[in-house]
């Protein structure tokens, strides 16, 4: 399959980063007047009395603030290379790939958040579990006990559209392998298909190491994995090839 670099932006792609700066301007601006739309859009564990349901959808619209790095980046790669698939696949196609995996890479988060929640309340009593989880939700803990993780647990929210970013991500090494990719650090080429691998197992390592423990590196894999997953479901039952 042949790619022919374009500058041009097919309508979901546009769509899509117009509604990302779009909530993250509304989330600037409301929280000058008392409203954070991280605690009403952003992800949270599902024991945190701040869940709801539309969380797994709605969290991939929001970006961390101050600065503009987080959205900047996302934004770059879905402009890079989502505008490549979604023209090789059409709008429809290209619009169902980015929410599922935007919503798979939620539910996989969510999945290695709840085995480390277990992880570390394994061995604290049910009735003093019962009173972290209650001054968690006020926002509470006590330094150097699993107090503080659980706080931790219920209180912090995943935001960004990484998780769909890096199933486009997946999906333009699978069907461009050996296109080449000019990285900037260092500055050498490289194929697609490399990339790809590397960077899936750079972020494998992150997650298992809990090296920037702030990143959702297992939402990213997530993204990866339900992308690939689509991607062979589709060649199996299409009779276009990607």
Do not use: C
Request: charged fraction near 10%; proline fraction near 5%.
């Amino acid at each position: 399959m042949n790619y022919r670099p374009t500058l041009n932006m097919p309508p979901v792609v546009k769509n899509l980063i117009l509604a990302n700066v779009l909530f993250f301007i509304a989330t600037i601006v409301l929280k000058q007047t008392g409203t954070d739309l991280y605690s009403i859009l952003g992800l949270y564990f599902p024991l945190s009395e701040k869940f709801r349901l539309y969380q797994i959808f709605t969290y991939m619209f929001m970006h961390s603030t101050p600065g503009f790095g987080h959205i900047f980046f996302n934004m770059f790669a879905l402009y890079m290379f989502g505008r490549v698939l979604e023209g090789v696949w059409g709008p429809k196609r290209f619009l169902t790939f980015y929410l599922v995996t935007g919503v798979g890479a939620a539910l996989i988060q969510l999945l290695v958040t709840f085995i480390e929640y277990k992880v570390a309340v394994a061995n604290v009593a049910p009735d003093q579990l019962a009173y972290f989880r209650e001054i968690a939700a006020q926002g509470k803990y006590i330094p150097g006990t699993v107090s503080e993780k659980i706080t931790l647990f219920m209180n912090t929210p995943t935001v960004g559209a990484s998780g769909a970013v890096f199933g486009i991500l997946l999906g333009f090494g699978m069907l461009f392998p050996n296109t080449e990719l000019m990285l900037l650090f260092p500055p050498i080429p490289i194929k697609a298909k490399y990339f790809v691998i590397g960077y899936g197992a750079l972020e494998l390592f992150f997650g298992v190491s809990g090296i920037q423990g702030s990143v959702a590196h297992f939402a990213h894999l997530g993204g990866m994995l339900f992308g690939y997953f689509m991607i062979k479901y589709w060649n199996k039952h299409s009779n276009r090839f990607y």
